[in-house]
């Protein structure tokens, strides 16, 4: 009889050590799947490339719909090896510090960041001149009435929206605006551009790249301005989400000129996730591709010209793949 409890224990044991040396080994997948984005959108048209690129040359991938915080969230389940995300969600993510993410999605790593995400507060040129507002802390801080509108709940505008709300003045703009007297609405883009133009708005923000047809139509459109924010705020900001400070350069659009005061605004970037347990050499290779055919990617979004070594591992307490830090920091000279 003891001698059967001795084998039977030692059974176990040896299945439990198997078992967590195989939880802490690497994976190397016959086939990836890439969580890009709503179809009509850049991500869906990158990942879409993407797919085509590492296929063709690496191993089979798959793209299929997805979108900011549920890419996160798929990644880190094991319902998809690699994805699109915004880097401030990521850092969000990866320690549940925002009731989006129920628990922290620390198998969700970052690969790199690949271009900017600016995002704009545009104002219509006769509500600001009609209230004195010169930034975007004026509008707050004196609680002006304001018709105010971004993209919907789940978005990733709205997300950094919400945000810089909260984390840089304290508020959360969804009761605090009615309360000052004014309301809130979500829009599409287009539909956001329309209300403004027919003065239904008095605000409206959203996160897009760093030079955006959209904020062009707008200017077509009707007088606006785009509302700086004081960098005291923005810092607020990077501390809690790991943003930075992006500077609208003069001549990109009409409302910002070598005369006009100095944009400061919240810095994002869309950023690639993957999974940690993803073989090392696996992600080198796909940030080796990624990074080698940006010419070939840019016939599918343009923005992929910004992928820079020097920023595509974010600073901060954002953890990345030990495969992408060795890649960029190669390609970067680091």
């Not at 605006?177 to 403004?196: C, H, N, Q, R, T």
């Not at 869309?270 to 347990?277: A, E, L």
Request: a negative charge.
């Amino acid at each position: 009889m003891k001698k059967r409890t001795f084998l039977l224990l030692a059974l176990v044991l040896l299945l439990s050590f198997s078992g967590a040396a195989s939880a802490s080994e690497s994976v190397r997948p016959d086939q990836l799947r890439f969580l890009s984005g709503p179809p009509g959108g850049n991500w869906f048209a990158l990942g879409g490339a993407l797919a085509d690129l590492w296929s063709s040359n690496l191993v089979p991938t798959t793209a299929i719909t997805g979108g900011a915080v549920a890419n996160i969230i798929n990644t880190h389940n094991a319902k998809g090896e690699v994805g699109f995300s915004n880097t401030s969600m990521v850092a969000v993510g990866q320690k549940a510090s925002d009731p989006t993410f129920k628990e922290k999605a620390d198998n969700t790593l970052m690969m790199a960041n690949i271009y900017t995400q600016h995002t704009y507060f545009i104002a219509r040129k006769d509500f600001v001149e009609k209230h004195g507002i010169k930034t975007l802390d004026d509008l707050v801080n004196n609680k002006i009435p304001t018709r105010f509108a971004t993209l919907k709940t789940g978005t990733g505008s709205e997300f950094v929206v919400n945000g810089l709300f909260k984390a840089g003045f304290g508020i959360d703009y969804r009761k605090d605006f009615k309360e000052w007297g004014g309301s809130v609405e979500y829009a599409s883009y287009s539909g956001g551009a329309d209300l403004l133009a027919d003065n239904h708005l008095d605000v409206f923000a959203f996160s897009v790249g760093r030079v955006a047809s959209i904020v062009m139509q707008i200017e077509s459109q009707t007088d606006v301005v785009l509302l700086s924010t004081e960098q005291a705020t923005l810092d607020k900001m990077a501390e809690a989400y790991g943003t930075v400070t992006f500077v609208v350069e003069p001549g990109i659009y009409k409302c910002v000129t070598e005369d006009t005061p100095p944009v400061r605004l919240v810095g994002d970037y869309t950023c690639v996730v993957v999974r940690k347990d993803l073989d090392e050499q696996l992600v080198y290779d796909l940030c080796k591709l990624m990074y080698e055919n940006q010419d070939s990617l840019s016939k599918a979004v343009v923005d992929i010209n910004e992928l820079d070594p020097a920023t595509a591992i974010p600073a901060g307490a954002i953890e990345s793949h030990p495969g992408a830090i060795r890649y960029w920091n190669e390609v970067a000279g680091k």
